[in-house]
């Protein structure tokens, strides 16, 4: 039996991360645009370790080596079925640790000055430009604040749908100024968004179990006693949950931890989101 194999040009391996294995065995080429790590495998098991429970992954099996790494760089074929950007290279890259909010000492971003965008008066948007686990859109959300507790505390909300995506936001976050009011609203952000586009199933991820905790389990109790604590006290963010727990209804969202900083694409830039909003002028209410 003959066996064909082909080799990558090292300088389009390195490109994409590769070491320099030979490809194409048995004729097949096994392409990742979106996984752990992007470029074109030779044999299913090294691609399904990429794309396996990855979120939102992006793979597919092609006869010629071009058609796969034409997939890879987004200039497949059936790229114009489709609205959406994908990450390049960079995007996929792991970071090494969480930078934290910006100093609140620190001067304005010139940026912060420019009218923000309403994400809110967007029309529907075509489903095609969102990322799908099964039928069920995918979102990250993340929050972050700078000198949490402290009188110059700057929180922001990072609501990221994909690359280049319109619905991303990155935003200042209104009222009181901690990192778990920041968490929440992320999330209240990325639902109210959602259910305007007529979206009915969610998976959310989110790197803050306060938020998952909250929702999923603790207001039940809350409610039942009251908006107080097993202890009796009031419930600190009592009015935040409650507007996250007036959202949720009408929608089906499945919600997800992810580790904070870990590799995640889109948990990683859900964070950048929220460090530039926290950059922003606060609105006057």
């Known amino acids: 039996m003959l066996r064909l194999r082909a080799v990558v040009p090292k300088t389009v391996a390195r490109a994409f991360g590769l070491c320099g294995p030979r ?11 979106r996984g752990r790590k992007v470029g074109v495998f030779p044999t299913w098991s090294e691609c399904q370790a990429q794309v396996n429970r990855f979120p939102a992954a992006r793979f597919k ?19 114009s079925t489709e609205q959406k950007k994908e990450c390049n290279t960079q995007d996929h890259k792991m970071k090494p640790k969480k930078r934290p909010c910006e100093s609140s000492d620190e001067e304005e971003d010139p940026c912060s000055k420019l009218a923000k965008q309403n994400t809110d008066s967007i029309p529907s948007l075509s489903k095609n430009i969102f990322s ?9 959300t993340d929050g ?3 000198s949490n507790g402290r009188r110059k505390a700057r929180a922001g909300i990072g609501v990221y749908w994909g690359p280049g995506h ?3 936001v990155g935003d200042r976050l209104p009222g009181r100024q901690t990192n778990q009011r920041a968490e929440i609203h992320a999330a209240c952000k990325a639902i109210e968004q959602a259910k305007n586009q007529n979206i009915s199933k969610l998976v959310l991820y989110t790197d803050s179990m ?3 905790n ?10 039942k006693n009251g908006w107080k604590t097993s202890t009796g006290k009031e419930v600190i963010n009592k009015e935040d949950f409650v507007k996250l727990d007036t959202l949720i209804q009408g929608i089906d969202i499945k919600w997800i931890h992810v580790p904070g900083h870990s590799g995640f694409a889109g948990n990683e830039e859900a964070d950048r989101l929220a460090r530039e909003g926290a950059k922003k002028p606060q609105e006057s209410t």
């Open 23 to 33: 490809l194409g065995s048995f004729g097949m080429f096994y392409a990742v645009r």
């Open 166 to 168: 319109p619905l991303n």
């Open 210 to 212: 306060f938020t998952i």
């Open 132 to 140: 799908y686990m099964g039928d069920a859109a995918v979102v990250y």
């Open 214 to 223: 909250g929702i999923t389990s603790w207001v039940k109790d809350w409610k």
């Open 144 to 146: 972050c604040c700078s």
């Open 61 to 79: 099996k092609f006869a010629t080596e071009d058609e796969a790494w034409a997939f890879v760089r987004n200039t497949s074929p059936d790229h």
